[in-house]
């Protein structure tokens, strides 16, 4: 095993340096929290092969996982001025009940501006109506085989124009 920071065969500790734990040399540990000692070195073919497994692990936990996203209604604005009209209160009585400034209500109702999650979660529990909805969403797995280094690089999130 070679030491994952000068590359010497001499591999005695795990370290954490800046959250990254790392196989590294005696000389190369001081630059990191000592985790454990590495007593025993492994053959390569048995490196090679835990690292292949620990990738087909990570793959799979991937491909299953999903992810939930909390989104707020497209039809938010309708939803919330006729919920306070069925209270009986006018923007400027809602916004004093709930704290905030009428114009920003005003543009709320108006579908000039959408509202941040928390503003949702007020305008919810003051109403008693929902606008915030859970989606859950699956990654996608691109089905091209990527060239270089895994993951994404800059050219992936520049756009040349």
Known sequence: MLCEMCSSKNVAFKID???SRLNVCEKCSSYGRIIARITAA???KAEKKKATEEVLA???IAQKST???QIIKPDFAKIIREAREKT???QEEFSKKINERESLLNKIESGHIKPDLEM???LEKALKVSI???VEIEPVVSSEKKKGPEGLTIGDLIRVK
Do not use: I, M, W, Y
């Open 67 to 69: 992810e939930t996203v």
């Open 132 to 134: 915030v909805d859970s």
């Open 58 to 60: 990570a793959q799979k």
């Open 42 to 44: 492994a053959s390569p």
């Open 17 to 19: 340096v800046e959250g």
């Open 88 to 90: 009986g209160l006018n």
């Open 120 to 122: 949702a979660r007020k």
